[in-house]
């Protein structure tokens, strides 16, 4: 799946305000609960079962929270820059800025674990980071994403 199949332009928040994980859960579920037509509940629960197995925080202040849902079409993303750092319980240790939320259909096997590690890899790339932390609106952070070198990876 490309990566402007994955994440539209209203799914990119440029300034989400958060002082927790839980908050930082509960907000984007909030916001791509209508975008996906399912109960933001529902999201929210699945993304808490996750952080249960480990946290989603990768490290460099990125989180990849990410779950299956039933009654999903297709795989969905979502991604939110903090407009403070937030704790994540990363594996690093260091606070997280950057969340990239990622949202399979129950069957999607290989397809979620492709589109995570397109998401990682992108994300991986300190120049373009520092971009995503830079840049000040949706449209541009959007276009930075989409049209990214390591989104055209997997």
């Known amino acids: 799946m490309e990566m402007h199949n994955l994440i539209p332009l209203e799914c990119v928040v440029p300034d989400l305000r958060a002082k ?13 609960a209508p975008i996906v037509d399912q109960d933001e ?4 629960d699945v993304l808490l079962e996750r952080e249960k197995l480990g946290t989603t925080g990768v490290g460099m202040g990125i989180a990849i929270p990410h779950g299956k849902l039933p009654g999903l079409e297709r795989l969905h993303g979502m991604f939110a820059r903090l407009e ?8 690093d240790e260091q606070p997280v800025d950057l969340i990239f939320l990622l949202l ?9 674990l492709k589109a995570l590690a397109k ?4 994300l991986r790339d300190e120049t373009i980071c520092e971009k995503l932390r830079r ?6 952070i959007h276009a930075l994403l989409t049209t990214a070198p390591a989104s055209n990876a997997a």
């Open 104 to 112: 399979a259909p129950e069957s999607a096997g290989a397809d979620h």
């Open 20 to 32: 927790s994980k839980k908050q930082a859960l509960q907000e984007l579920s909030k916001r791509i």
């Open 84 to 91: 403070q750092p937030i704790d994540f319980e990363a594996i």
């Open 41 to 44: 509940m529902s999201i929210f």
């Open 135 to 140: 840049l000040s609106s949706a449209k541009e």
């Open 119 to 122: 998401v990682s890899r992108l």
